[in-house]
């Protein structure tokens, strides 16, 4: 074999070992991506199992206790609390025939219209099937869709240092025409409707869109103050300002008939219940639930901004 012929097969032998190992790395990779695809179903089933066990098949406490129901921090569909899961405790707890009671906990400055009076109507659906007693107890704050949802309470109660009231919508955003136009930017915008880039802050305001918008915020300002008067009924002490968005201490709140005592979770059931436990209705969700959830608003999110579908204004919230 002269050196030609040796060279010549010393290529094919390398050629063969770098396909070798090139296959070898493919077929690593496929077993790992296989294996992490069933782990990963594996995951889901066991969550969604756990998850089903958690909020069907388990009763409940099985002696006389008071049940409470959390609602704090910013109520929206993807906060804690959120109205799936804030009904489902609540649906919970009336099922329950050891539970005498429900106390509404809450400390909250508000948020969603809409994830607030999904709640709000489900306490008065829960009160007219089962004659339980509800109580919402504010602690810092119950304002606005809070206090939207403590008013489907009979009774509520709070601090004297506590924030309650706040009975307004408000929905924001902000112009920057005159700042582009200094940067040297020309915003283009391409839409089917004559008002799809409703209010943007890259165009003049438009009065018959500033008109429809206060209309939008009238007519759900008008929903809440419904809801305030329907549940608290002739306790109201109506004023001028009642609901114009102020909000006011449990103690100014206190003659106003916004609050019915002043007092906390505990000074409550000492009051009505002295001897019963208090037993939090609270959805756990396992690390699975979590991260999936999480990963799935971030996956909408990055959605929205790389297909340029931002909201046109900001959400309306209850303030």
Same mark, same amino acid.
């Given at each position: 074999?002269?050196?030609?012929?040796?060279?010549?097969?010393?290529?094919?032998?390398?050629?063969?070992?770098?396909?070798?190992?090139?296959?070898?790395?493919?077929? %690593?990779?496929?077993?790992?991506?296989?294996? +992490? !695809?069933?782990? =990963? $179903?594996?995951?889901?089933? /066991?969550?969604?199992?756990?998850?089903?066990?958690?909020?069907?098949?388990?009763?409940?406490?099985?002696?006389?206790?008071?049940?409470?129901?959390?609602?704090?921090?910013?109520?929206?569909?993807?906060?804690?609390?959120?109205?799936?899961?804030?009904?489902?405790?609540?649906?919970?707890?009336?099922?329950?025939?050891?539970?005498?009671?429900?106390?509404?906990?809450?400390?909250?400055?508000?948020?969603?219209?809409?994830?607030?009076?999904?709640?709000?109507?489900?306490?008065?659906?829960?009160?007219?099937?089962?004659?339980?007693?509800?109580?919402?107890?504010?602690?810092?704050?119950?304002?606005?869709?809070?206090?939207?949802?403590?008013?489907?309470?009979?009774?509520?109660?709070?601090?004297?240092?506590?924030?309650?009231?706040? %009975?307004?919508?408000?929905?924001?955003?902000? +112009? !920057?025409?005159? =700042? $582009?136009?200094?940067?040297? /930017?020309?915003?283009?915008?391409?839409?089917?409707?004559?008002?799809?880039?409703?209010?943007?802050?890259?165009?003049?305001?438009?009065?018959?869109?500033?008109?429809?918008?206060?209309?939008?915020?009238?007519?759900?300002?008008?929903?809440?103050?419904?809801?305030?008067?329907?549940?608290?009924?002739?306790?109201?002490?109506?004023?001028?300002?009642?609901?114009?968005?102020?909000?006011?201490?449990?103690?100014?709140?206190?003659?106003?008939?916004?609050?019915?005592?002043?007092?906390?979770?505990?000074?409550?059931?000492?009051?009505?219940?002295?001897?019963?436990?208090?037993?939090?209705?609270?959805?756990?969700?396992?690390?699975?639930?979590?991260?999936?959830?999480?990963?799935?608003?971030?996956?909408?999110?990055?959605?929205?901004?790389?297909?340029?579908?931002?909201?046109?204004?900001?959400?309306?919230? =209850?303030?």
């Amino acid at each position: 074999m002269n050196f030609d012929e040796e060279r010549a097969l010393a290529i094919v032998a390398h050629e063969a070992i770098v396909e070798t190992r090139r296959r070898r790395r493919w077929q %690593i990779f496929f077993r790992f991506f296989w294996m +992490g !695809y069933f782990l =990963l $179903l594996l995951l889901i089933l /066991l969550g969604l199992g756990k998850s089903d066990r958690d909020n069907t098949s388990s009763s409940g406490p099985s002696s006389k206790h008071i049940a409470v129901v959390p609602i704090q921090g910013l109520i929206s569909a993807d906060s804690d609390a959120n109205a799936d899961d804030t009904i489902r405790s609540l649906e919970k707890a009336f099922k329950n025939p050891h539970a005498e009671a429900v106390f509404l906990d809450i400390n909250s400055g508000g948020g969603s219209p809409v994830q607030s009076g999904e709640i709000y109507r489900a306490v008065m659906r829960l009160k007219g099937e089962r004659k339980l007693p509800v109580y919402a107890v504010i602690a810092d704050a119950g304002a606005s869709g809070a206090y939207f949802i403590a008013a489907s309470a009979d009774e509520i109660y709070a601090d004297p240092a506590s924030i309650v009231g706040s %009975i307004g919508v408000i929905s924001h955003n902000f +112009g !920057y025409r005159e =700042l $582009l136009g200094k940067l040297g /930017l020309d915003p283009r915008t391409f839409t089917a409707g004559e008002h799809k880039n409703f209010l943007a802050g890259d165009q003049p305001l438009k009065p018959e869109e500033v008109a429809h918008m206060q209309g939008l915020l009238d007519n759900i300002h008008q929903q809440f103050i419904k809801a305030v008067r329907d549940g608290r009924g002739s306790r109201l002490k109506e004023t001028p300002e009642m609901f114009s968005g102020l909000f006011w201490t449990g103690e100014q709140a206190l003659p106003l008939g916004l609050i019915d005592a002043l007092g906390d979770k505990n000074t409550l059931r000492d009051a009505k219940y002295k001897d019963l436990k208090m037993i939090e209705y609270k959805r756990d969700r396992n690390a699975f639930e979590r991260l999936m959830r999480d990963v799935g608003s971030e996956t909408s999110a990055s959605l929205r901004r790389a297909l340029d579908l931002s909201e046109q204004v900001n959400p309306m919230q =209850l303030k």
